[in-house]
Every structure is written in C-alpha cells, then in structure tokens.
C-alpha cells in the first residue's frame, strides 16, 4: 500500500502506517531538526520510507499513485482548500484521504479544571485570553471542514467522526503541555512562566496535584471519487 503523511512530526501516526503494512511510506516533513529526528529514530524502517524535507505545497510527488494520504495533527498548518486539490490528485480513484485533531477540552462535557482555569487566562492582559470552543462553534467547525473537502469536487464517502476520551495529568504534566500551546509561547517569557507556575498551583491545591481533561479527537475521512 502506497501512502504518504503530511507532516510526520515525532513519527507516531508514521510507526503505526508502517506496522500495517505502509509500503512505501512518504514522509513530507518541513522541519529539518524533526526530519533528523525521523531519520534516526525509525531505525531499520528507514528501508520502506521516503522522506522529503520540505512543505506539502512544495512536495514534487507523482499523480494518482497513492493509496492512503494523511495528515495527524498537521493539516491546519496548510491552506486547506488547496492542499485538498493537491491531495485528490496524488491519490488513485479509490484512495483515501484521512486527517484528524485532539482538542484539549471537550465542547460537549464539563470541566471541573477548565473552568478553574479560567480566572487565570482572564488576568493575561493584551487580549491573550483563551477562546472557549463552545458547542457552537464545534458545530461551526463541523460544518466547515465537511463543507471544504465537499467543495474541493473531487472526493465523495465523505465523513467525520468525533472520539471522546480523558487523559489524566499530573502537574509537571500539565504543565509542558501547556507550555506548548500557541497562546502561552506568544507571551513574553516572564508572563508565560507566571502563568504555569499559577496553573501548576491550581492543579496541586484544587486537584491534589492530578486532573482529568476530557479530550475530542475528531477525523475526517473521504474516498478520491
């Protein structure tokens, strides 16, 4: 099976299509120090893989002879509309096209924790607040990626399907994966450690240092017509 992932990143998903059989397997990675990593790291693999360090736009690849395209966690980094149109034409009719997401926070279940946070976010100043994904605008985001890869005219089966799950965290957790989201590393550095060490704070005094985080990984899917 000829598949090939858009932005591999660590190589999770990539250790998974190669364990099922992904022969070869493309790798479009844009991240040198990732690609390196990539390199190193899948070991003897590295015979069924094809890595190529440099945008998915960017990408020279043949038409109509993949199987299986996706993008874990990664697609958002493109412009969708025309990443979508370069997609169907690198897949065979009949391929696949798969890519999904985790939020952290679940729109659809309460959250003790996501509600102690808030406070916290509400005192960053310079409008660097969180914005709530509500139950409205996940159903506005439904909509929309249903409705971008329907437009793209190429693709039919199209669907998305929502998994539902927790993880739970101990502090030190919580905090490096906070660390990582996009509207702490815009902070000055001085901020973004006050920020951490309050959460930090919130999660051993009010949780007894372990939380639950509802987590909503949605994926969408679609057949190249």
Not at 70 to 85: K, M, V
Not at 180 to 195: G, H, I, N, Q, Y
Request: glycine share 8%; aromatic share 10%.
């Amino acid at each position: 099976m000829s598949v090939f992932e858009i932005g591999p990143g660590t190589g999770i998903a990539t250790r998974e299509l190669l364990r099922r059989g992904a022969n070869p397997l493309t790798l479009l990675e844009p991240d040198r120090r990732l690609a390196r990593y990539l390199t190193k790291s899948l070991g003897p693999l590295q015979g069924r893989v094809n890595l190529f360090v440099t945008p998915f736009e960017s990408a020279i690849l043949p038409s109509g002879t993949y199987d299986l395209g996706i993008a874990a966690s990664s697609f958002h980094w493109t412009s969708e509309n025309r990443a979508l149109r370069k997609v169907a034409r690198l897949l065979r009719p009949g391929g696949w096209w798969a890519s999904w997401n985790t939020i952290h926070g679940d729109p659809y279940r309460s959250s003790l924790f996501n509600r102690a946070i808030q406070p916290i976010y509400n005192e960053l100043a310079g409008g660097h607040s969180r914005a709530k994904f509500s139950r409205t605008s996940a159903a506005q985001h439904r909509k929309q990626g249903l409705a971008v890869l329907k437009h793209v005219g190429k693709f039919d089966r199209i669907s998305r399907e929502d998994i539902r799950w927790q993880v739970t965290l101990g502090t030190s957790q919580v905090t490096a994966l906070w660390g990582t989201f996009s509207d702490l590393l815009v902070l000055p550095a001085m901020k973004r450690r006050w920020f951490l060490a309050r959460l930090a704070e919130i999660v051993d005094e009010e949780f007894d240092g372990r939380v639950q985080i509802p987590m909503l990984t949605y994926i969408y899917t679609a057949r190249r017509a």
